[in-house]
């Protein structure tokens, strides 16, 4: 397996004023093996509350993490990664970013493809980790058209169901409403063009969907390869590289079932480390691509190993 790293720079303006901008830098983590390629590309970043993860965690023990991980108790900015696989036959992706409708700091992920010469015309499939907004919301353009418009749609069928189920707006935390909203609608749109997947089902060919739920209730992780040149691209099971490593039994607000994430989490790490399986979060720093190795009573994660 080689591992390559790429900073693409584009500009955010043209002419003149464009000196007065700058460059938006996207790091391109990639993964190659036989016929298979891998790119993570960067959507941009997210901009929330820490207390959206750290909140209502061990104070004392979180002391520790943030001290060792610089974090900040004000504000947490995750990098989000999007997944681009090619084998020759298909260009696959996993998620689609928030595209412009969920925050400013993210939805770039038009940018990065056009960066690495992918046109939108070229993706054969599009598979959803999960149905929050920054996985999601940029499947459709400014005219609810699909900006894939020739891939096919797969997602997890516990989760379309849930996110499309008329009871969801109103039993959901009143937080996330808008992510429900946003949701249905979303799906609604794509309902004719979209595959909806089973644990354990084969997607394209050497990539398994494996239900991880707890984040949202019917979370798809994606299986790449077999053995030791596996590699598993987790989305939101595992949510960053710092409590949810060094604590992942650690209940999070980010959850929407925290204490089944947390039997996820626990699980998924212990198999990676177990059987060296790479992982791509699309959470994680540096490009998302990585290891995770035993440290202790949890885990690390190492970039690029």
């Known amino acids: 397996m ?17 000196l007065l901008w700058p460059q938006r830098v996207w790091a391109s983590a990639q993964i190659a093996f036989g016929d298979v390629r891998i790119d993570t590309l960067s959507d941009g970043n997210l901009m929330l509350p820490a207390d959206f993860i750290l909140g209502g965690m061990p104070e004392e023990e979180l002391k520790v993490v943030i ?24 260009t696959a992706l996993f998620d689609v970013g928030a595209g412009p409708d969920f ?13 690495l010469d992918v046109p939108a015309e070229d993706v ?6 999960h149905a929050h907004p920054d996985h999601l919301w940029g499947v459709l353009d400014e ?6 418009a020739n891939a096919s749609h797969m997602i997890g069928r516990a989760e379309f169901d849930y996110w499309t189920h008329p009871d ?21 749109a794509m309902a004719d ?38 590699v598993m691209v987790v989305g ?47 959470h994680l720093p540096d490009g998302g691509i990585g290891r995770v190795e035993k440290e202790g009573t949890g885990y690390r994660f190492v970039a690029g190993a």
Do not use: Y
């Open 236 to 282: 939101d099971a595992i949510g960053n590289h710092h409590v949810a490593f060094v604590h992942p039994e650690w209940k999070s607000g980010s959850d929407q079932d925290a204490e089944m994430a947390a039997r996820t989490r626990m699980r998924l790490l212990d198999d990676m480390a177990r059987d060296k399986t790479a992982i791509i979060g699309f």
């Open 2 to 18: 080689l591992l390559r790293r790429r900073f693409l720079a584009g500009m955010g303006a043209v002419g003149a004023t464009a």
């Open 168 to 188: 969801t707006v109103a039993s959901i935390d009143p937080a996330r409403t808008t992510f429900a909203v946003g949701a249905a609608r979303r799906l609604s």
């Open 143 to 148: 005219f609810d058209e699909p900006v894939f």
């Open 193 to 230: 063009n979209l595959i909806l997947l089973e644990d354990g089902g084969d997607v394209l060919p050497g990539v398994v969907a494996h239900l991880t739920p707890g984040h949202t209730p019917g979370h798809m992780s994606f299986r790449v390869g077999e053995g030791q040149g596996a």
């Open 124 to 129: 054969t499939h599009v598979l959803f980790t």
């Open 103 to 115: 925050q400013p700091s993210a939805g770039k992920l038009a940018e990065a493809l056009n960066l």
């Open 67 to 90: 001290e060792a991980f610089g974090l900040s108790r004000d504000q947490l900015t995750p990098p989000c990664n999007v997944t681009l696989l090619r084998d020759g036959t298909n």
